[in-house]
């Protein structure tokens, strides 16, 4: 009896496991940050190593600078502005050979976010490429981008 308690304990706990949100500011930092709302890291890719299969990746407002390439996500988390506004949260390439997002999970969200500055030809200059498995692109914008990537 106690072996079966224990086994429907363990099985609730981990049922309810909820991976937690990572966060990113363009004043955050990778070194000393932690992820949370307090102390988060700068950079998405560095919050896209850290967030866990399931969990949410919340970009605090600002403008954040990508860079040169593309962040390909293939676990399913949700990438999401702070706001419901996608303008209030920007993903900079500066001109980089993006595209800023490649999804490539069928559990993956990008949302609430704005892209800005891709160049380069068609699908590295895009704002999303959706790849293999798939994802969803939901209430983003798109600006100066040399394509959109769909």
């Known amino acids: 009896m106690k ?10 706990m981990i049922s309810a496991y909820a991976a937690p949100e990572v966060y990113v500011s363009p004043t955050g930092n990778d070194d000393t940050g932690d992820g949370s709302r307090a102390k988060p890291y700068q950079t998405i890719v560095k919050g896209v190593d850290s967030c866990d299969a399931g969990g949410t990746l919340t970009l605090l407002k600002g403008r954040h600078d ?22 209030d949260t920007i993903v900079n390439l500066n001109a980089g050979t993006g595209p800023a ?20 030809s068609y699908a590295q200059g ?13 209430n983003c ?4 981008c040399h394509s959109s990537g769909w």
Do not use: Q
């Open 3 to 12: 072996t079966l308690m224990l086994m429907l304990a363990t099985a609730l």
């Open 66 to 87: 990508l860079g040169y390439g593309a962040t390909e996500i293939k676990k399913g988390i949700t990438v999401r502005g702070e706001t419901d506004d996608p303008w």
């Open 101 to 120: 997002f490649a999804l490539n999970h069928a559990n993956m969200l990008v949302c609430n976010l704005a892209v800005t500055n891709a160049g380069g």
């Open 126 to 138: 895009s704002a999303f490429k959706i790849v293999g498995s798939g994802g969803t692109v939901s």
């Open 141 to 144: 914008g798109i600006w100066k």
